[in-house]
């Protein structure tokens, strides 16, 4: 399956902003889905995950109570809202799709990836 995402820019403290990532090439809902993000010379972290019918999710307990990942499988896309946003929310956020329902968020467990797209929150 092959993934874009977007949606992402340069936001203040406190503003909002909603990633989106689309796919394409098989079905969409044969796979649950994450999105993983990248901060300057730290490694990629886990942020979000949605199993394949939007019924199940997850979150790093960092952005819980402010992003919200939800999917669209009629549109094949996910999307990541995210609220209240911090200057350390700031990364290249990527989306990435899993065709097991376990290890949401083990990195290694995703079959594809996204290129990722890049928040900037200032303070």
């Known amino acids: 399956v092959q993934l874009q995402a977007s949606g992402g820019g340069l936001v203040q403290a406190g503003g909002s902003l909603r990633l989106s990532c689309a796919a394409s090439g098989r079905t969409f809902s044969d796979y649950a889905m994450g999105w993983f993000r990248q901060a300057p010379g730290k490694e990629r972290e886990f942020v979000a995950a949605?199993?394949?019918?939007?019924?199940?999710?997850d979150y790093v307990d960092s952005v819980k109570g402010r992003f919200t990942i939800s999917r669209d499988n009629g549109k094949n896309t996910m999307y990541l809202q995210m609220i209240s946003l911090k200057p350390e929310d700031t990364a290249v956020y990527y989306c990435?799709?899993?065709?097991?329902?376990?290890?949401?968020?083990?990195?290694?467990?995703?079959?594809?990836w996204g290129q990722g797209t890049l928040v900037t929150v200032s303070s």
């Open positions: 949605i199993n394949w019918s939007g019924r199940i999710t």
């Open positions: 990435a799709a899993k065709y097991s329902s376990t290890s949401y968020r083990d990195q290694n467990r995703y079959d594809y």
